[in-house]
């Protein structure tokens, strides 16, 4: 079992950063993939980015060349850095973490909320 504790979010104003974090614990030896998914109102969960447990990470085109992904594996720890956000980035941001042991599994965080605006 993994429990993920996403943290960080708030309201920033247009143009602005914000870093969320996302603390795992449990089975965290078994975690091999974690990564960052969002939901706006009333439109599906989409992919922001993910990273492996090399350390290779993986970003949405939306996203690109603005958000960074990156982990503290001492600490079990993901982050999420957001530069030059926009009304288009306010979602609720999930965290999300893949075990593959004898069985693959997905484990969600609560969510955080992010809000874009003037």
């Known amino acids: 079992q993994v429990q993920l504790v996403e943290s960080g979010g708030g309201l920033v104003q247009p143009g602005g950063s914000l870093r969320l974090s996302c603390a795992a614990s449990g089975s965290i030896s078994r975690i091999d993939v974690m990564g960052w998914y969002r939901q706006a109102p009333e439109k599906q969960r989409e992919l922001v980015a993910t990273?492996?447990?090399?350390?290779?990470?993986n970003y949405a085109d939306s996203v690109k060349g603005r958000f960074t992904i990156s982990r503290d594996n001492a600490k079990n720890t993901v982050y999420l850095q957001m530069n030059s956000l926009n009304a288009e980035d306010t979602a609720v941001y999930y965290c999300n973490a893949r075990t593959r042991y004898y069985t693959t599994n997905y484990y969600w965080g609560q969510g955080t909320q992010v809000t874009v605006s003037s």
């Open positions: 990273i492996t447990s090399g350390g290779t990470t």
